[in-house]
C-alpha cells in the first residue's frame, strides 16, 4: 500500500521560510517522478514543483528563484524548501508521486499516480 505523508506546514510571516517533506512508503521510490502542487480556497489545484526521476527540476514562474524541490531516495522522502514566503503563497500543499515515462509533462496534475494529505501553509502579511 502506498501511502504519502507530508509535514512541515505552518503559520509564518512574509520573508519566513518553511520545508515541508513529505515521507513516502510502499513503493520503489527512487523510480518515481516527485511533484509539489498546492491548492488556495476556492482555486484549482495548481502545480508548484517537480523533480524528475531522471533528474531535472521544473517549477511553475511564481516560485522560481524562492522554492527548492529535492529528494533523499535512501529516506524515501521529497522535501520543498520555500524561501521569501508571500501571502499569496498560503494554499494546502500536497506531494505527488508519478509512474509517468520520461519526458512527461510533470506540471499536470492527471500523471500523478498517488497524492498526499496536504499540508497547510499560511503566510500572514
Known amino acids: 500500500?502506498?501511502?504519502?505523508?507530508?509535514s512541515g506546514g505552518g503559520l509564518v510571516q512574509t520573508g519566513d521560510s518553511l520545508r515541508l517533506s513529505c515521507?513516502?512508503?510502499?513503493?520503489?521510490?527512487?523510480?518515481?517522478?516527485?511533484g509539489w502542487f498546492r491548492q488556495a480556497p476556492g482555486k484549482e489545484r495548481e502545480f508548484v514543483?517537480?523533480?524528475?526521476?531522471g533528474g531535472p527540476t521544473y517549477y511553475t514562474t511564481?516560485?522560481?528563484?524562492r522554492f527548492t524541490i529535492s529528494r533523499d531516495n535512501a529516506?524515501?522522502?521529497?522535501?520543498?524548501?520555500?524561501?521569501?514566503?508571500k501571502p499569496?503563497?498560503?494554499a494546502v500543499y500536497y506531494c505527488a508521486i508519478s509512474t509517468a515515462a520520461l519526458g512527461t509533462n510533470l506540471?499536470?496534475?492527471?500523471?500523478?499516480?498517488?497524492?498526499?494529505?496536504?499540508?497547510?501553509?499560511?503566510?500572514?502579511?
Open 88 to 90: 499569496e503563497d498560503t
Open 49 to 53: 514543483a517537480a523533480l524528475s526521476r
Open 1 to 6: 500500500q502506498v501511502q504519502l505523508v507530508e
Open 62 to 65: 511564481s516560485v522560481k528563484g
Open 107 to 125: 506540471e499536470r496534475t492527471i500523471v500523478y499516480d498517488y497524492w498526499g494529505q496536504g499540508t497547510q501553509v499560511t503566510v500572514s502579511s
Open 23 to 34: 515521507a513516502a512508503s510502499g513503493l520503489a521510490f527512487n523510480t518515481y517522478h516527485v
Open 75 to 85: 529516506k524515501m522522502t521529497v522535501y520543498l524548501q520555500m524561501n521569501s514566503l
